[in-house]
């Protein structure tokens, strides 16, 4: 049973910190944590395949399935995903080949007839794919899994690719959940981000779905963004009727994304404006109705997100926020991620590479990690914070046996510093992070990954 811990035990009588203060102590590099361990562990050794694979045959969980296609037409600046830049779509039938095939070689190593609850077409542009094609994948995936007939089928939609017609295949194939990509909705902040898009064509997209619920993928820490046009894009955004927003803090990584340099010539807006924006947007969307969900989503009350914040039961893995527990989570193409009875795969990054192991027979698998005992307590503890900004010590320590406090004396004393600022609530019975202290949840979680440091991984900053 999951806890629920939506609430402290305890009010906080600490003293207050503003937010400038915040960001001068804890803004640093730190990971997102969709999962834990995170990715820059795997490992590139192929001798762990073997055990691996042991586990894949023995894994009987419900299944989600994520499929990734990497391409787009035109690259975004502000884009830190795994992506291609193709405008032949011809070349979209022989990567759904190379999926099916794929699709079909996972089916020997794990057994694909279990419940398949959700699944998800992500990229790059998933609707870049022709509508044969993307038709021939749909019905592929049916053919080989055992959809449940409540599943979700959710799809990313770059609003520039699609018009009715495209929206009413998506309809007719069985989509039922939509994230439209539209990051904002100021002319001059998308010129500056190579992006060419009017609130018309999301308005055209959006309502094609009719009553169906969708969510609006929006972005702050954009170049020439204010708090002002930001909270404008939302307002906007909100006439559409979002089921939920993902409001994510763009991340500045250039040293991977090289394409990222091209937006510092219209400036970056630093620290303190993005803590502005990301706190004026937060309240915003919070007075309209919408109820907060971990770090960067936000949901109606009746959504299902929000339900599960409230009951305890909300869950978080590489695909998001989940109200699914205890799926294991295949994954087909370039870079796409497994996790699978305590492992975790990722596939190769090059569509050359990836199509010529596939084709010999072989998992594509470029990087894998099999949990330790103390990777899987670590990820309870890091998932409880990212997912309810609290752990609840006494469901930790039933579920491993341990004493919480004893096993994390180390841990508790790197918190003082943000119990003094007022971050952090610690109790005999819970850790519960403060309103403020939600903003630096990704700090707290960095204290309990014993992993960190041991890689040359570079990630975005935390505020």
Not at 123 to 135: C, E, K, S
Not at 244 to 263: C, D, E, N, S
């Amino acid at each position: 049973m999951t806890a629920t811990l939506t609430e402290p035990t305890t009010e906080s009588s600490l003293p207050p910190q503003t937010p400038r203060e915040v960001v001068e102590r804890y803004a640093r590099p730190g990971p997102r944590y969709t999962s834990y361990p995170t990715a820059p562990h795997f490992s590139d050794d192929p001798t762990l395949h073997a055990d691996v694979l042991a586990a894949w045959a023995g894994a009987t969980a419900p299944l989600a399935l994520y499929v990734h296609v990497p391409y787009c037409e035109k690259r975004c600046l502000y884009c830190g995903c795994h992506v291609q830049i193709a405008r032949n779509r011809a070349l979209g039938e022989t990567y759904v080949d190379d999926l099916l095939t794929e699709l079909r070689l996972l089916g020997s190593l794990t057994r694909l007839d279990r419940p398949l609850e959700l699944v998800a077409l992500g990229g790059g542009t998933p609707t870049w794919l022709a509508p044969a094609d993307l038709t021939r994948l749909i019905h592929g995936i049916r053919e080989a899994m055992r959809p449940t007939a409540d599943a979700e089928w959710s799809i990313e939609v770059d609003p520039r690719s699609v018009d009715r017609d495209y929206m009413a295949l998506l309809l007719e194939l069985g989509f039922n959940r939509f994230s439209f990509g539209v990051q904002d909705l100021k002319a001059d902040v998308m010129a500056a981000v190579g992006r060419k898009q009017g609130v018309d064509e999301v308005r055209a997209a959006v309502e094609a779905v009719g009553p169906l619920p969708f969510n609006l993928d929006l972005m702050y820490g954009l170049p020439l963004q204010t708090t002002t046009s930001l909270l404008e894009t939302i307002d906007e955004a909100l006439t559409l009727g979002p089921s939920r927003i993902a409001l994510f803090g763009y991340a500045h990584v250039p040293w991977l994304k090289k394409q990222q340099r091209g937006m510092e010539r219209h400036g970056l807006p630093g620290d303190q404006a993005r803590l502005s924006m990301a706190l004026a947007a937060r309240a915003h969307l919070v007075k309209a109705g919408y109820v907060a969900i971990g770090i960067d989503h936000f949901a109606r009350p009746d959504d299902e997100l929000a339900i599960a914040r409230m009951r305890g039961g909300l869950h978080r893995n590489f695909m998001g926020y989940t109200v699914r527990p205890d799926l294991d989570l295949v994954a087909l193409g370039v870079s796409g991620i497994s996790q699978v009875a305590g492992t975790f795969t990722q596939n190769d990054k090059e569509v050359p590479t990836w199509r010529a192991t596939i084709a010999d027979g072989k998992p594509a698998w470029a990087r894998t990690l099999q949990s330790s005992p103390d990777d899987v307590l670590r990820s309870a503890v890091i998932m409880d914070l990212m997912c309810h900004f609290a752990i609840d010590k006494h469901a930790i320590s039933a579920r491993f046996g341990i004493d919480f406090d004893q096993h994390f004396d180390a841990e508790r004393a790197q918190l003082t510093p943000l119990i003094g600022d007022g971050l952090v609530l610690d109790t005999p019975d819970r850790l519960q992070l403060s309103d403020l202290g939600e903003l630096v949840v990704r700090n707290v979680a960095m204290i309990y990954d014993a992993r960190l440091g041991q890689t040359d991984a570079r990630y975005s900053r935390t505020v």
